[in-house]
């Protein structure tokens, strides 16, 4: 073990601290935005990073430097700062596979470290590889005891594989840590909330999903629902070529608890913040207009994982609603009525929330989104959508990722608006 370490110290509790504050705001359990993109929003972005930033040949170069001097410290640490360094801009880009693979390379040269075994953790957990995050922040845990961020995120681990009481002690024990810090008192009013609602709620599964439902759904229904969803899920992980290895966690709610848990708007149909959230309680049969629903809100499960979240709201909704109409098609009587009125929306500030919008506006805002997504489909194909998708994944934002994917064609943000525009003036709003 090195003698030395205060130098690469400095750097990677830096890089951690930033990491950190990157990552609170996407926890599942943060305020849920219902219906939006599916997934919880940050109020704030996180601070820049003021580490340096290095390149792929400045690693090689540090690599090979330590490959001939393997026992020279300043080397190692000075490779190590660079890991950090590199795995924290990979990070912030919201690649968190690669981010994982350069922490790796570091914890091998420090394994007693336990800040690499946090980051790892903190990419496992953002990658739904939940026994690899557990497994490395538990070490980290074991190497350096409690600190917050170990509590926090191993909470959450454990909160999204079901182990629910050992979650919410682990909170209570940082916020003793932490008094008032906000995104321990989020997750833990949540997870209050949701325990007291689903305490009593009866189970089921299929291949894919993991069902929790009132009891006073019908089990025919709630089985109905998971055949549903696995039909959902083998139509749109084909389409957009993308396989989630995690299981779906869903609940069934009557409507006030729906209410209660996800303190959604009264026009919400359903709601996916980690998991799809359904208030189907006082359904009796499944029905196209149900059946709509569980496609729409399966795929914002797919989604999330291909844009890690990045993604505008129209092109989240857009792309939910496109599947959802496959199984129940409706007129699309509120874009129709803003066409002839020259009042469609500026897809720019259709970007964020919906929740705070009417039921008309609302509708409105899911139609035109649909519409959009309808065109790229139609026009560009499902592959050129899941690029600007796995763009944004990369962290690009959606000026950059719509670029990149319509390259070809010479197509910007401003060009498919354009062209959508033209094809909805020459049909009179259709679709």
Excluded at 94 to 118: G, H, N, S, V
Excluded at 253 to 264: A, I, L, N, P, Q
Excluded at 382 to 405: D, F, H, S, T
């Amino acid at each position: 073990m090195p003698a030395s370490r205060t130098c690469r110290h400095s750097l990677v509790h830096r890089a951690a601290l930033l990491l950190t504050a990157s990552c609170l705001w996407l926890s599942p359990l943060h305020a849920a935005e219902p219906v939006a993109n599916g997934q919880p929003q940050p109020d704030d972005k996180p601070s820049p990073s003021t580490a340096p930033r290095y390149s792929e040949k400045e690693l090689e170069q540090l690599e090979n430097s330590h490959r001939l001097f393997p026992l020279n410290e300043k080397v190692t640490a000075a490779l190590a700062n660079a890991y950090a360094a590199y795995g924290h801009q990979l990070f912030t880009q919201k690649r968190y596979e690669q981010a994982d693979a350069i922490f790796l390379k570091a914890q091998e040269l420090y394994p007693d470290d336990a800040t690499y075994a946090l980051l790892r953790g903190i990419c496992n957990y953002h990658l739904k590889r939940y026994e690899t995050a557990r497994a490395e922040l538990e070490q980290a845990r074991s190497q350096a005891g409690d600190s917050i961020e170990v509590l926090f995120f191993l909470g959450l681990v454990l909160y999204d594989t079901d182990n629910r009481q050992q979650a919410v002690e682990l909170w209570e024990l940082a916020l003793k840590r932490a008094p008032g810090r906000k995104e321990i008192l989020d997750v833990l009013n949540k997870a209050r909330k949701e325990t007291a609602v689903e305490a009593a709620m009866d189970q089921g599964h299929s291949s894919r999903f993991d069902l929790s439902y009132d009891p006073d759904v019908d089990t025919a229904f709630a089985l109905a629902v998971l055949d549903v969803l696995e039909a959902a899920a083998n139509t749109v992980n084909s389409e957009l070529d993308h396989y989630p290895q995690a299981r779906v966690p869903i609940g069934i709610y009557k409507r006030g608890d729906f209410k209660t848990v996800t303190d959604s708007p009264d026009w919400s149909g359903g709601v996916y913040d980690g998991k799809i959230r359904l208030p189907f309680g006082g359904a009796k049969e499944m029905n196209p207009a149900l059946r709509a629903v569980l496609y729409h809100e399966y795929a914002h499960v797919v989604v999330f994982e291909l844009t890690r979240g990045n993604c505008p709201l129209w092109l989240n909704e857009g792309v939910a609603e496109v599947f959802g109409r496959t199984q129940y098609d409706r007129p699309l009587t509120e874009l129709e009525h803003a066409v002839r009125r020259g009042a469609v929306t500026d897809f720019r500030k259709l970007e964020k929330s919906f929740s705070g919008l009417s039921a008309a506006d609302a509708a409105l805002a899911y139609q035109q989104s649909y519409s959009m997504v309808n065109h790229l489909v139609t026009t560009y194909g499902w592959y050129r959508v899941k690029q600007i998708l796995v763009g944004l994944g990369n962290g690009l934002n959606a000026e950059a990722a719509i670029a990149a994917a319509l390259a070809d064609f010479n197509l910007t943000y401003d060009g498919i608006i354009r062209e959508w525009r033209e094809r909805l003036a020459g049909n009179g709003g259709e679709r």
